[in-house]
């Protein structure tokens, strides 16, 4: 039974994931269930997604946050609109321009919050303030209408476009072809897992756990796959989300600076003593949110095919909540990506669900708000009673 229980705990997010998905079904009588709704579930919350793998990394040093991530989507989106739309530069160049100010930006953000001792919510809250301002300003400077558009063709479709698009309703085969490529990646994956761990004489999960799981997440993938080749074609969205996911994965479970990360969130200061440079991580950590702000921004700005000031307004609250739903700790030093993915879907499906049933925006907040806070006290009491064991 407590084998069982450990097991509940620790999917409890997925649980509550799946449990919510179908309240909504419900709810919308099986509008959630329509491929366009799979489709606007990846598209629309695409920005959750990276910015919550940014602001996860943020949180591993020490549950240090970026508050500054929304506004600098609005004000890199007000520069890609002058350098594509109003100075009609190529696409290429205006993404790789836009690319280094992002870089220049984390470059100084990291260096106040590493080398200066700058607390990171006093630096980001300065940004939030800032790049609101300027970027409010830049768009109303060079439009009536405080929005510029339209961008080009080509940025559009490499950020909201569709791969090897189909007519809504016709099942794209290259998308179910992707399907079962994942699927046969997902089982040879989970039952290579068990191989090596029986093979160390590692505790290991037992054949029938591992046939349940692969079963469970080849049913999910297929009918994901299913239902975005019903709604055209996959989304490029999708595959930006995708190849930022796996790496970041990859990063923090594999690599020597994504253990580094860890360690500075559980003891800082025995890190610094045990040889490593606690500044660099950090100036590391903020660097890469900038870089992942503005891909962010790539993929705002292509699917409102606009550059506007509202973009980006709470984004920094969902990239938090998604992290600390997904079981990201408030401390630092635990959570992974697999977790804030569980929790950016989570954030997603609440964010599609009320709208589709018609509940009022502030409304929503509230509902965000309850979960997040929910999300936490669940962590803080799974902690004290690991404690006291």
Known sequence: MKKYGDLLKKNAMLIVLVLVYIFFTVRTGGQMFQPLNFNALITQNAYVYILATGMLVCMLTGG???LSCGSFVCFMGAVGGILMVILGLNPIV??????????????????????????????????????RGLGTKLLSSNSATGSISPFPETFLNLFSGKLFATPIGRMNMPCLICGIIISVIVVFVNFSARAGKVKK????????????KSVLSVAAVMLFAYKLGMSGGIPTALIWVAVIVLIYSFVTSKTVLG?????????????????IDTKKIMFAAYLNMAVLTVITSYVVVARFQAANSTAGTNYEMDAIAACVVGGVSA???????????????????INLGMSLTGVEANFQKVVKGVVLLAAVAFDILANKKNSEK
């Open 64 to 66: 240090n946050i970026d």
């Open 94 to 131: 205006s993404v790789l321009l836009m690319l280094l100010i992002g870089v220049a930006y984390g470059c100084i953000l990291g260096y106040l919050i590493a080398y200066v001792d700058v607390p990171p919510w006093i630096a980001t809250l300065a940004g939030y303030l800032a790049f």
């Open 201 to 212: 004489g590692y505790e290991a999960d037992s054949m029938v756990s591992v046939i349940v």
């Open 259 to 275: 253990r580094y990360f860890y360690t500075i969130g559980g003891n800082k200061e025995t890190t610094r003593l045990s040889g």
């Open 331 to 349: 401390y630092g030093g635990s959570g992974n990506v697999l977790g804030m993915v569980i929790g950016a879907t989570l954030i997603g499906v």
